[in-house]
């Protein structure tokens, strides 16, 4: 991030995991990408891009941070949602230190509060961040930033804890878009993490396997490409994945769960798969820094966000 922060000695080095949570679509993914300077997890205006609980690692000299972008938390309407929700609110119970992201673009909600009390009555060691500060004048800064702390004080304080001595929680302003504030954030992120060595090698950015990172790359273009009503029934699977003489042969199934919805992935003549295909190859191209031959085709499972057994398949566990 920064090439200025001062090195420190192995003994004064913190290591530790970070949940990065908050309500769908307030630039979580967008933030982990900015902060360890490349793509490990898709982003899209769609709410509710994110699916799993995805590892982005950045170091730096003092400090290494492993940020897991979860899915936003949402009132769930089918089994998938569940799980998702499910799986972000157990990541708040697994890691040494929460990271609450909230949009600066619009006032304080029922679901923010929602996180809040969530968070308060954990007990959790918590930092926050008002994204989106490129949208805001100086002057509507502050006032978001005066309503997001009365949130976060509330009428009753945090509980205090060994890890949280019942002070107020930091606050941040931040813009995962354009990466103002983020050095601030990192800094702040490193001091309230425990000391300790290195957890992944220095230059490693996610510990992701490559199938799900191919898989999120080709979801991702669905998502930029077709119409509102399709990006919630979506999932991709890699069925097989080769090398063939210098570049990588991927063949991949594009999920959807109506007929109609199908006709909108491939579109007339094939070209809105094409325009797919061609988005998420040159993704993968740039993610394996070599040539990429991808092969899609699409699949009606009908009513798949709400069969177990579906959503094993897709790996959409309960972690």
Not at 196 to 206: F, I, S
Not at 248 to 267: D, F, M, N, P, Y
Not at 304 to 309: A, G, I, L, V
Request: with cysteine.
């Amino acid at each position: 991030m920064d090439s200025t922060l001062p090195v420190v000695s192995p003994n004064d080095f913190r290591s530790g995991f970070v949940a990065l949570i908050g309500r769908p679509n307030v630039g979580k993914s967008t933030l982990l990408n900015q902060l360890v300077g490349s793509k490990v997890a898709i982003t899209s205006p769609v709410a509710q891009t994110t699916r799993h609980r995805l590892r982005g690692i950045l170091t730096t000299p003092g400090a290494q941070i492993v940020l897991l972008d979860t899915p936003g938390i949402h009132k769930p309407h089918h089994l998938l949602g569940e799980r998702l929700v499910r799986s972000a609110r157990t990541a708040i119970g697994e890691v040494d230190l929460v990271f609450l992201l909230l949009d600066g673009s619009q006032p304080p909600g029922g679901g923010d509060a929602f996180i809040v009390e969530l968070l308060r009555q954990g007990g959790f060691a918590v930092q926050v961040a008002v994204n989106k500060s490129d949208q805001l004048d100086p002057d509507r800064r502050l006032a978001v930033a005066g309503q997001y702390r009365q949130l976060l004080d509330g009428p009753v304080a945090a509980p205090a804890t060994a890890t949280n001595p019942g002070q107020p929680w930091p606050l941040h302003l931040c813009s995962a878009l354009t990466g103002e504030g983020t050095e601030a954030l990192v800094k702040a992120l490193s001091l309230a993490l425990p000391l300790g060595p290195h957890l992944y090698p220095a230059d490693a950015v996610t510990d992701q396997p490559e199938q799900l990172l191919l898989e999120e790359l080709i979801r991702e273009q669905v998502l930029h490409h077709t119409r509102e009503e399709v990006p919630h029934s979506v999932a991709v699977r890699v069925e097989r994945m080769e090398e063939d003489g210098p570049r990588l042969a991927v063949l991949a199934t594009v999920v959807v769960e109506r007929t109609s919805q199908k006709a909108i992935v491939i579109g007339k003549g094939g070209q809105m798969l094409r325009r797919i295909g061609e988005g998420a190859r040159l993704s993968m191209q740039k993610l394996l820094d070599g040539p990429v031959y991808l092969e899609l085709f699409v699949k009606v499972v009908p009513h798949w966000r709400r069969s177990p057994t579906r959503l094993a398949e897709l790996g959409y566990n309960t972690d």
